[in-house]
Nanobody
Framework: QVQLVESGGGLVQPGGSLRLSCAAS????????MGWYRQAPGKQRELVAA???????KHADSVKGRFTISRDNAKNTVYLQMNSLKPEDTAVYYC??????????????WGQGTQVTVSS
């Protein structure tokens, strides 16, 4: 009954920018941490960035200074602004959120994934 829908992926040239969005909907009482992960072919899924409900953010060393995570609590949406993209940023990007539904314990939910390809 909770769904995360991502958008904003695509093909971009090195040095370009993309903005990913992830909107949560359904039976939501509260959203705690939200984050973005990515998985490149043949590699494990890794954390890219995360943000608390209060707006405290952290970013992986590989994206610091280039990517920025933010959220709009009124819209139940988390964003990932990606600048100065590199070919090694190519991956499927997944949204994750810890969501509390009424009368239920917090659960982690995943989006369906959106492909980001950085290539000339």
């Amino acid at each position: 009954q909770v769904q995360l829908v991502e958008s904003g992926g695509g093909l971009v040239q090195p040095g370009g920018s993309l903005r990913l969005s992830c909107a949560a909907s359904g039976s939501i009482f509260r959203i705690d941490n939200m984050g973005w992960y990515r998985q490149a072919p043949g590699k494990q899924r890794e954390l890219v960035a995360a943000v608390t409900s209060g707006g405290s953010a952290k970013h992986a060393d590989s994206v610091k200074g280039r990517f920025t995570i933010s959220r709009d609590n009124a819209k139940n949406t988390v964003y990932l602004q990606m600048n100065s993209l590199k070919p090694e940023d190519t991956a499927v990007y997944y949204c994750n959120a810890v969501i509390v539904s009424l009368l239920k314990d917090p659960l982690g939910y995943w989006g369906q994934g959106t492909q980001v390809t950085v290539s000339s």
